[in-house]
Nanobody, 127 residues
Framework: QVQLVESGGGSVQAGGTLTLSCAAS????????VGWFRQAPGKEREGVAG????????FYADSVKGRFTISQDVAKKTVYLQMTSLTPEDTAIYYC????????????????????WGQGTQVTVSS
């Protein structure tokens, strides 16, 4: 079973940058999808970005497009989420998740498509 561990969360001022990491304990099947989600207090979980592991396809929510970048290091079995120009609205617990299929387009943002989840890492952006 795939186990995912997020790291890199923390507190930052508005306009700052954070990079989250999602490390897989087992080597995911080729062409799995990995997504980043977030949940703010009192709000539903929302998809942020996703990619096809060891592939070229990726997708971003409109709210983060142009500010966040999802990437991967296959050798390290790690997926990253670089977050720039952060605002207080980005404050949330961020989760990575893995789906055992290659997703496309806005399917990356559907949490029900993902079978494995990390424990989450807190991101707090102050104004």
């Amino acid at each position: 079973q795939v186990q995912l561990v997020e790291s890199g969360g923390g507190s930052v001022q508005a306009g700052g940058t954070l990079t989250l990491s999602c490390a897989a304990s087992l080597y995911p099947f080729s062409r799995n999808s990995v997504g980043w989600f977030r949940q703010a207090p009192g709000k539903e979980r929302e998809g942020v970005a996703g990619l096809v592991y060891d592939g070229d396809s990726s997708f971003y929510a409109d709210s983060v497009k142009g500010r966040f970048t999802i990437s991967q290091d296959v050798a390290k079995k790690t997926v990253y989420l670089q977050m720039t120009s952060l605002t207080p609205e980005d404050t949330a617990i961020y989760y990575c998740a893995s789906a055992r299929v290659a997703l496309a387009g806005d399917m990356f943002l559907d949490d029900f498509r993902y079978a494995y989840w990390g424990q989450g890492t807190q991101v707090t952006v102050s104004s």
